[in-house]
């Protein structure tokens, strides 16, 4: 009984950092469908555990095959995390301590600062009534540096009238995107990967495919005015999210920026 009950450092410490890493496991997929399996995957686990300190050898040795298979299911289930996991690392400059550091921000809690959505907005909303075409992209925890550098360096505030002036037509700026992060302007005429989804319908075009394929490979959300329709879309996780008004949009857009 007292070997049960001794516990040496090194046991503290594993406990500990399992429970950290189960802690920011669950706030990365709280709120998505993910989470689910994943919950689904832990009872199963802790069943098997059971099964297997009870004996229960057939039962023991089901779950224990339908576990192997559920890490299968992870893989294709989070194929796009992985992926911008992945990215991230390649990208990662770990000889810049600073650069280093940006890339773990997916371990905060909250984007560094508040980003001014309503200036984002309300400049969006005047390129739409003049069908000025534009694409914002905001930064949230995965760092875009990979994309920054092949832009225009820029370090201004959030402004309607900037983000108005970046994307007028006769603007040497207005080609490509605009990135945003933590409430600064710091690059325009950005590069985009394109997305090769053979789902996107064939009546959006380059601007359209760019923001689908920035936000499949990162967490970023993309704002875009089409100078075809003077339409706002707005783009996350690889998807068109559909909103019933502009307050509607504003909510969103501050809840996923929150």
């Not at 832009?151 to 505030?157: E, L, P, R, Y």
């Amino acid at each position: 009984m007292l070997d049960f009950i001794e516990f040496s450092f090194l046991d503290i410490l594993d406990i500990v950092l399992v429970a950290i890493l189960l802690y920011y496991v669950y706030k990365l997929l709280k709120g998505t469908v993910a989470i689910n399996i994943v919950i689904g995957i832990a009872l199963i686990f802790v069943i098997w555990q059971i099964t297997q300190a009870l004996k229960m050898e057939m039962l023991s040795g089901i779950l224990g095959y339908l576990l192997s298979g559920g890490v299968i299911a992870l893989i294709i289930v989070f194929q796009q995390e992985i992926r911008k996991f992945l990215l991230m690392i390649g990208t990662t400059n770990f000889s810049n301590k600073k650069s280093f550091l940006n890339q773990l921000k997916f371990l905060s809690s909250e984007i560094g600062s508040e980003i001014d959505t309503d200036k984002i907005l309300k400049a969006c909303n005047n390129m739409a009534k003049t069908k000025t075409g534009a694409l914002i992209v905001i930064e949230r925890t995965n760092s875009l540096d990979f994309l920054i550098n092949n832009g225009d360096s820029m370090n201004a505030q959030v402004n309607e009238v900037i983000l108005e002036s970046i994307f007028f037509k006769n603007s040497p700026l207005h080609d490509g995107a605009t990135i945003i992060r933590d409430n600064y302007i710091v690059a325009t005429r950005v590069v985009l990967p394109i997305s090769d989804s053979t789902k996107i319908p064939a009546r959006f075009g380059l601007r359209h495919r760019s923001a689908i394929g920035v936000s499949e490979k990162t967490d970023a959300v993309c704002l875009l005015v089409s100078e075809e329709t003077g339409e706002i879309s707005y783009i996350k996780d690889g998807e068109f999210v559909l909103y019933k008004n502009q307050e509607d949009l504003s909510e969103k857009l501050k809840k996923d920026l929150a």
